[in-house]
């Protein structure tokens, strides 16, 4: 199999697990509240408490590698790219609380759509990071997702969920925006320490890359649940949880596993493409989020929500157009110079054969 048709599939394969991610976690994460699920810290912990189900294909991996080589390494990550996903990881766990917060006082619909707007912090911070190519089409992408934000801002509180106030609305609003800020800077920090590793970058690497993340953002959470008394707590709330104390824990349990297929997707793409592509295929999910939250939840889609959806649709199909003329131009570039070197050889040939 060439090496271009594998990378093709192992990036689809990736797209289809952060799918499941996007689009499961926000609804398992929302039905844990409305069901009567207040830890906020602990819905936050589960967004990458399953970190350690990582730990499997990474053993799997070492004992293949073993098989070759007695001298094979039980992690391939080093000290500096583990120093790098430990910051990364507290990061995360500090954008985890600030999502999870959002959620446990936001409808769906409204959260997905102000995280769709991480594409256009991700954009600049990319520019800046990466060096990411900013075209006129992921500019006018940024702009749309920009606009459909603003728009949803104007007419907030209208589908605030009963019995919330308007000031834990506007917080809960607030922190959510700002989780779309700072996981528009994380997933650029991923790939900047891809580029920068020294190593090669295999699947492997970027399982234990994500494994140290998820301990060490799971970590933060767990000294906020320390602090909130939430493991006290827990036992408690599954008692008089709606859906029963059985379905409280099936819940929990498939909040851990959804989360962690999100963040390995998140970071499969980004090594497959880019943190730009993965911040696209994240905000061109969304908006099956939000009509899986309308279906089941019964949720409120107003003209504001039906405005912004589009503007955010309308963006992603911006982007996406650029990218293939990206694309076409660099392949056309590719077989040009090609051509060029082709002939510039034969030339060259031919002046050998004629010299004496």
């Known amino acids: 199999m060439e090496a271009r048709t594998l990378k093709a599939i192992s990036l689809v394969l990736n797209v289809i697990l952060l799918g499941v991610g996007i689009c499961g976690g926000p609804l398992i994460m929302r039905l844990y509240f409305i069901r009567g699920g207040k830890r906020v810290w602990f819905s936050a912990w589960l967004e990458?408490?399953?970190?350690?189900?990582?730990?499997?294909?990474?053993?799997?991996?070492?004992?293949?590698?073993?098989?070759?080589?007695?001298?094979?390494?039980?992690?391939?990550?080093?000290?500096?790219?583990?120093?790098?996903?430990?910051?990364?990881?507290?990061?995360?766990?500090?954008?985890?609380?600030?999502y999870a917060?959002?959620?446990?006082?936001?409808?769906?619909?409204?959260?997905?759509?102000?995280?769709a707007s991480q594409?256009?912090?991700?954009?600049?911070?990319?520019?800046?990071?990466?060096?990411?190519?900013?075209?006129?089409?992921?500019?006018?992408?940024?702009?749309?997702?920009?606009?459909?934000?603003?728009?949803?801002?104007m007419n907030t509180g209208s589908d605030r969920p009963k019995g919330e106030s308007n000031k834990m609305y506007w917080l809960g609003f607030i922190l959510t925006l700002l989780a779309a800020v700072m996981y528009g800077l994380i997933l650029p920090l991923v790939e900047l320490v891809y580029q920068r590793a020294k190593q090669a970058i295999t699947y492997t690497l970027v399982m234990e890359f994500?494994?140290?993340?998820?301990?060490?953002?799971?970590?933060?959470?767990?000294?906020?649940?320390?602090?909130?008394?939430?493991?006290?707590?827990?036992?408690?709330?599954?008692?008089?949880?709606?859906?029963?104390?059985?379905?409280?824990?099936?819940?929990?349990?498939?909040?851990?596993?959804?989360?962690?297929?999100?963040?390995?997707?998140?970071?499969?793409?980004?090594?497959?493409?880019?943190?730009?592509?993965s911040g696209v295929v994240i905000s061109v999910l969304l908006p099956v989020t939000e009509v899986l939250a309308v279906i089941f939840y019964?949720?409120?889609?107003?003209?504001e929500k039906g405005i912004s959806l589009f503007l955010s649709l309308w963006g992603f199909v911006s982007y996406s157009w650029g990218d293939i003329k990206d694309n076409i131009k660099k392949k056309k570039k590719n077989k040009d110079n090609t051509s060029n070197n082709q002939s510039t050889n034969h030339e060259l040939a031919n002046i050998q054969t004629v010299t004496p």
């Open 119 to 153: 594409l256009v912090f991700m954009a600049g911070f990319a520019y800046v990071l990466v060096k990411q190519k900013l075209t006129a089409y992921s500019i006018n992408a940024v702009v749309l997702l920009t606009v459909g934000a603003v728009i949803l801002g």
């Open 48 to 98: 990458t408490g399953g970190f350690p189900i990582l730990l499997i294909p990474v053993l799997v991996s070492y004992f293949r590698r073993r098989s070759t080589t007695t001298e094979a390494k039980l992690f391939l990550i080093t000290p500096r790219i583990f120093a790098a996903a430990a910051g990364i990881g507290l990061l995360t766990g500090i954008d985890n609380y600030m």
């Open 210 to 277: 994500q494994t140290v993340m998820g301990f060490f953002a799971t970590a933060f959470c767990t000294v906020g649940m320390i602090i909130n008394n939430d493991f006290q707590a827990i036992p408690k709330e599954a008692k008089g949880y709606e859906l029963g104390e059985a379905r409280y824990y099936v819940v929990v349990v498939w909040s851990a596993i959804i989360w962690q297929c999100f963040f390995l997707g998140v970071v499969g793409v980004i090594h497959y493409s880019s943190s730009l592509f």
């Open 101 to 115: 917060y959002g959620m446990a006082k936001l409808p769906v619909s409204t959260s997905s759509l102000l995280i």
């Open 298 to 303: 019964h949720e409120k889609f107003q003209a």
